[in-house]
């Protein structure tokens, strides 16, 4: 499995982003794929998660701001990045599992690249 992951950049707070993460050599249609930040100095912690039966979770940090979605192939997953803060600077990782996403990512199968998000004025 590969993971590819674009859609990063520089914006003002306030701003918007989208992260896209192509999947490719699955073996099966059901895989959790997720999206991992870490800051500089700072653990990395799961953003959000779609689960092999598509259930979403995000980090009560980025409820109501980020949205994750899927798309028909359930191999590409999209990260809309709202309302953007200073505090959501991170290197941002794509990563997928047989079943579920983990909080601190360890157990998770597959990691793409990062992609860094750089939120200042």
């Known amino acids: 499995v590969q993971l590819q992951a674009s859609g990063g950049g520089s914006v003002q707070p306030g701003g918007s982003l989208r992260l896209s993460c192509a999947g490719s050599?699955?073996?099966?249609?059901?895989?959790?794929m997720g999206w991992y930040r870490q800051a500089p100095g700072k653990e990395r912690d799961l953003v959000s998660c779609i689960s092999s039966s598509d259930d979403i979770y995000y980090a009560d940090s980025v409820k109501g701001r980020f949205t994750i979605s899927r798309d028909n192939t359930r191999n590409t997953i999209y990260l809309q990045l709202n309302n953007l803060k200073v505090e959501d600077t991170a290197v941002y990782y794509c990563?997928?599992?047989?079943?579920?996403?983990?909080?601190?990512?360890?157990?998770?199968?597959?990691w793409g690249k990062g992609t860094q998000v750089t939120v200042s004025s």
């Open positions: 050599g699955f073996t099966s249609d059901y895989y959790a």
């Open positions: 990563a997928a599992a047989n079943h579920f996403c983990t909080i601190s990512g360890g157990g998770m199968g597959y």
